[in-house]
């Protein structure tokens, strides 16, 4: 992980320059394990987002600002309580681990100022937010509860005594070594610094840390003495360049060029930029699968309940166009009925529907000719019905996975004030039940179209839902605006909103009907175009259903790049 001891420690150094003697003005919990403070300081307001997801945890500034709960947690409640108003005095990193200690004076429930600590633990799947009085050393409350049955070295509930996470006791912390210590230590430890295991050795230090040192070191590198390297580490976090590694195999972030790296380096103005960007994308979609809870799960058994009722039927299929062969069969022993004796197991007739070659015919003995042809007759017409429900029931199945993968494209690509949208239509359409979901109503929040911009100035609209997809296409658009969809793709409804787009506006909405469908990922992707007035829907479609005729099919390949360089709107969430 690209967070470690050393990188807090900047991070640290950059968050005290913004938000030191600040006041605490809002506390919101968007989210079970984030934590967003809305922080007055320099005459500014300043958003710190702070997240104990074991795999996504990190603390920085940000202007995003998510749809909070209705009804905020109780941890939000109390800090509230304790922190609103409360001033920053301090903020700093414990000793050189992923710690992050901010102390604040505030008032207590009777009106007595007090201090109080918020210790931000970032460590994996045990990060964790810390209320503390540490007048008395006890925990008020924290955002995650780890009682002692869960961990016999401390308890994380409030009312218990504040403790610190357990020390390495053979890892040293640079920071507290004085010149003298840290060259003995550079001459301890030389081996272990060279071959990369610094990590072994050095409080905070991770291992990509560690493999630059011993690039520092190396022969290929630049040949940097082990109490050099150690002094260069030092002085480079004092100045910090946040850059993003991106290679083929992986995105890695560090708080300064990583020379070992190779790949596209990106670099940043600020540490929280960095992070932001790092994290937002993974973030955002661990939100909308929390917001959206088992529903992906229920959409993706309805779906894989349609293909194997498909499979099925393609075998009643084979076995159903048998059908036609038993009403000849059936014709040929009427036909035939006076020269065929009672109690024979099969007879070879000669079929007059294909120049009379022979076919077996098999019998029951027990029945005439004419019992027997009505038999055939009897296997005839079941087999004939069940072709017809056959193929009425591959439509019905064909068409709810098509609109249920829509649905998961729409989550996939919503943001977070679209996805309440889609619940409720899920329910509305008997797939989730109104029970179920409604625990935790979030703010209610009206999402709009997505907006973009043709190279020539043209307005197009995408829907981010079916109802979107609806409104848009049926009723906001007017008849002679046109109307684009991928090509039988499950997607977005998108509207150009002019009847005389040029062929560069038509090229880039078909971009953008194909980047938000199920085949944004693909090359020379079908697009069909109609002016909207070609539009119908059927009386009992499902949301977003529509047909056509009159098309005209384009071919494009998504270029996202394109697509954000179009985009109008800003693509944070409301605030809530």
């Known amino acids: 992980m690209s967070i470690d001891g050393f990188f807090t420690r900047a991070l640290c150094a950059e968050l005290r320059n ?5 006041r605490i003005h809002k506390i919101y919990q968007p989210f079970e394990q984030e934590l967003q403070l809305v922080i007055r300081a320099n005459r500014t307001n300043h958003r710190l987002s702070a997240s104990i997801h074991p795999n996504y945890f990190s603390i920085y500034l940000t202007d995003e600002r998510p749809a909070n709960p209705e009804h905020a947690p109780m941890f939000c409640m109390l800090l509230r309580k304790y922190l ?6 301090d903020i700093q990193q414990h000793e050189n681990d992923r710690i992050i200690d901010m102390r604040l004076t505030g008032r207590d429930e009777i009106g ?3 201090e109080y600590l918020l210790s931000f633990e970032l460590m994996g799947r045990h990060s964790n937010i810390i209320l503390v009085n540490p007048t008395e050393n006890t925990i008020i409350d924290c955002i995650k509860h780890v009682p002692s049955t869960m961990n016999s070295y401390r308890s994380l509930t409030p009312g218990s005594t504040f403790k610190r996470p357990p020390k390495n006791t053979e890892q040293h912390n640079l920071y507290t070594l004085t010149d003298q210590e840290l060259y003995q230590f550079s001459l301890k430890y030389h081996d272990t610094l060279a071959s990369g295991k610094a990590y072994q050795v050095i409080q905070g230090m991770g291992k990509q840390l560690s493999k630059t040192i011993a690039y520092w070191m190396s022969d290929t590198g630049e040949e940097l003495s082990a109490i050099t390297a150690l002094e260069r580490l030092k002085s480079a976090l004092d100045y910090p360049a946040p850059t993003l590694y991106q290679t083929d195999h992986s995105v890695k972030f560090y708080a300064f060029d990583l020379p070992h790296i190779e790949g596209i380096k990106i670099a940043y103005s600020s540490l929280s930029e960095l992070l932001f960007n790092f994290y937002h994308q993974k973030v955002h979609l661990d939100r909308i699968k929390q917001l959206s809870g088992n529903i992906i799960q229920k959409i993706e058994q309805v779906i894989d309940k349609n293909k194997k009722k498909l499979s099925n039927l393609e075998k009643d299929r084979a076995i159903a166009k048998e059908a036609d062969t038993y ?10 009925a006076y020269q065929i004796p009672n109690g024979q197991d099969e007879i070879t007739l000669n079929n007059y529907y294909q120049e009379n070659q022979e076919i077996i015919i098999k019998l029951n003995p027990r029945l005439s000719a004419v019992e027997n042809a009505q038999v055939y007759f009897k296997k005839y017409q079941k087999y004939r019905d069940a072709l017809k ?8 199945a064909k068409n709810e996975i098509n609109y249920l993968e829509g649905i998961l494209i729409q989550l996939e690509q919503a943001d977070l004030e679209d996805v309440e949208s889609i619940k409720q239509e899920l329910i509305e359409e008997g797939y989730v039940s109104q029970k179920k979901i409604s625990s935790k109503k979030r703010a209610k929040t009206k999402s709009k179209p997505r907006r973009f911009k043709s190279s020539d100035g043209c307005l197009i609209y995408v829907g981010r839902n079916n109802q979107q997809n609806d ?7 007017a008849k002679n605006h046109w109307w684009l969809h991928a090509k039988e793709i499950p997607g977005a409804h998108v509207i150009i909103e002019s009847d005389k787009p040029s062929e560069q506006t038509m090229l880039e909405a078909a971009q953008l009907a194909a980047y938000y469908s199920k085949f944004s990922s693909s090359a020379n992707v079908p697009v069909d175009t109609v002016q909207a007035k070609q539009l119908k829907k059927p009386n009992g479609a499902k949301p977003g259903f529509v047909i056509y005729e009159g098309q005209k099919t384009l071919y494009v390949t998504p270029d996202k ?7 109008i709107d800003n693509k944070k969430s409301s605030t809530s």
């Open 18 to 22: 913004q938000l030191n003697k600040g």
């Open 112 to 114: 007595v100022e007090q």
């Open 471 to 477: 409104e848009l296409s049926l009723k906001k658009a």
């Open 84 to 89: 609103e108003s409360a001033f920053i005095i």
């Open 561 to 567: 790049n394109l697509i954000t360089q179009l985009a």
């Open 389 to 396: 429900y056959i193929q009425r029931e591959e439509k019905l």
């Open 327 to 336: 009403r000849i069969m059936g014709e040929l022993l009427n036909a035939f």
